[in-house]
């Protein structure tokens, strides 16, 4: 597809015959190359071998979110059933690696002992164990699968399973990393101590994810320097993981923000509460807000101008600093290694990695008291337009602006494993729609 699509664009310029019957030649075969490609993966997933229901869980589970969109809807439920299958699956896994069974060796018999009780070790021989996982909770996956599952579980209604697995602690997650005290990612989910890198992109997705998803901030796909934005927060159905989120956007234009928090949660016994979302669009670009139908209680306003946002973001990053030193509020322990004992150790004390801050959209409430939280207000009229019945969209000009649902459902879990592994519910905006994403030759927005 980079071929062909190199070869469309030079041939629109290239006026030189030798060169444009090169490039025709190249652009000629790239496109039957294209749709050999989209042929053999759409025979895959419409095939009755397609399970993600065995062992392995690998192999197709990388191009779910991206590749599932070529077939039709009904045959996309067939695929993200078949994928919660999975997840929901019964059985944990097991990991066999080196580095981790040396791990588990070396560590202290009161937590080696916790672990198993827990159900996260399995003792498999005289002195031997392997870690095990539950999918709900774990990343078991390569550098694509990363990229597009979470993306494909919050954007088909099924973000909160996203976060669950995001905020796993044991292996294999990111939690298990930040457990040795990592500051960067990591090459493997496992502790290589010489041959994979401790600072490497590999699952470095996720740093996507968490903004455009879990805070709700991303680039217009087929954007170019910012110029169009979505605001697209995916506000959980309960507090199990997240309280609030934010997240700032760079363009050519200036930063753009969102933050988000739940407030009022002890409305109806703790059942229901008011979000409060911020959202900042830079002057001369284009931006959408998208919410779920499900908010129906919703009020807008927008700041009259725009205020003092270089110094609330000079008093919300002194604050998280200042936070973030007491080392009271990071990620919650670590693991140590004793030279002489030659024995690891869990370590219950808090760290400063981790610590978390709240948006210095918020701070601007502090700048002034003469005003309404520091701000100027004026009424803005929500008239959301329906994209599906999961998402309505509402355009947005430049501003500030807050919008207000009342009456925020919280709603249980789905159950732990394995009770979503038969799941009949909604399964999300693609599979009603009948159509089908065809790769277009002019089309850069899905290359890879």
Not at 89 to 96: M, T
Not at 366 to 375: P, R, V, Y
Request: glycine share 8%; proline share 5%.
């Amino acid at each position: 597809r980079s071929v062909a699509y190199v070869a469309n664009k030079l041939l629109q310029y290239i006026e030189d015959s030798d060169k444009k019957d090169q490039w025709t030649s190249a652009l000629q075969k790239a496109t039957e190359n294209n749709e050999q490609i989209e042929t053999m993966i759409r025979s895959v997933y419409k095939g009755e071998k397609f399970s993600y229901s065995g062992t392995n869980i690998e192999g197709l589970g990388q191009n779910l979110g991206l590749f599932s969109r070529i077939a039709k809807g009904e045959d996309r439920c067939s695929v993200l059933r078949s994928w919660l299958g999975s997840a929901g699956g019964a059985k944990d896994r097991s990991w066999p690696g080196n580095e981790e069974a040396a791990f588990h060796e070396k560590l202290n018999d009161k937590d080696r002992d916790a672990m198993i009780a827990n159900g996260d070790l399995n003792k498999v021989g005289n002195g031997k164990y392997k870690p095990r996982w539950k999918l709900r909770y774990a990343v078991n996956s390569g550098i694509l699968d990363v990229k597009y599952t979470f993306k494909t579980l919050s954007d088909m209604g099924f973000h909160d399973i996203g976060l669950s697995k995001a905020s796993g602690l044991q292996f294999p997650s990111f939690g298990y990393m930040m457990s040795f005290n990592a500051t960067t990612l990591w090459e493997t989910w496992w502790r290589s101590e010489d041959l994979y890198s401790r600072n490497h992109p590999m699952f470095g997705a996720i740093g996507e994810w968490l903004p455009g998803s879990v805070a709700g901030i991303s680039l217009h796909p087929s954007t170019v320097g910012g110029q169009e934005l979505i605001f697209w927060p995916r506000i959980p159905m309960n507090r199990l993981v997240v309280d609030y989120a934010s997240a700032i956007q760079g363009t050519k234009r200036g930063d753009a923000a969102i933050a988000w928090k739940f407030v009022n949660t002890d409305q109806g016994d703790g059942t229901s509460a008011t979000v409060l979302i911020r959202v900042l669009v830079p002057p001369s670009t284009k931006a959408n807000l998208r919410l779920p139908p499900s908010a129906t209680k919703v009020t807008m306003k927008v700041a009259e101008e725009f205020p003092d946002l270089y110094t609330a973001k000079e008093q919300a990053d002194a604050k998280c600093e200042q936070k973030r030193r007491t080392g009271k509020y990071g990620f919650p322990y670590h693991y140590s290694y004793d030279l002489h004992k030659e024995e690891w150790t869990k370590v219950m004390v808090p760290s400063k990695i981790g610590t978390p801050c709240e948006s210095y959209l918020w701070e601007l409430d502090k700048l002034d008291e003469n005003t309404e939280g520091g701000i100027s207000w004026s009424s803005f009229d929500y008239e959301p337009m329906v994209l599906h019945k999961t998402i309505t969209q509402s355009p947005l000009q430049a501003g500030l602006f807050e919008i207000e649902i009342q009456d925020w459902k919280f709603e249980d879990p789905l159950p732990d494993l394995p009770g979503y592994t038969n799941y009949e519910g909604d399964m999300g905006p693609y599979c009603e729609d009948p159509s089908e994403f065809v790769w277009d030759v002019n089309d850069a927005v899905h290359m890879m």
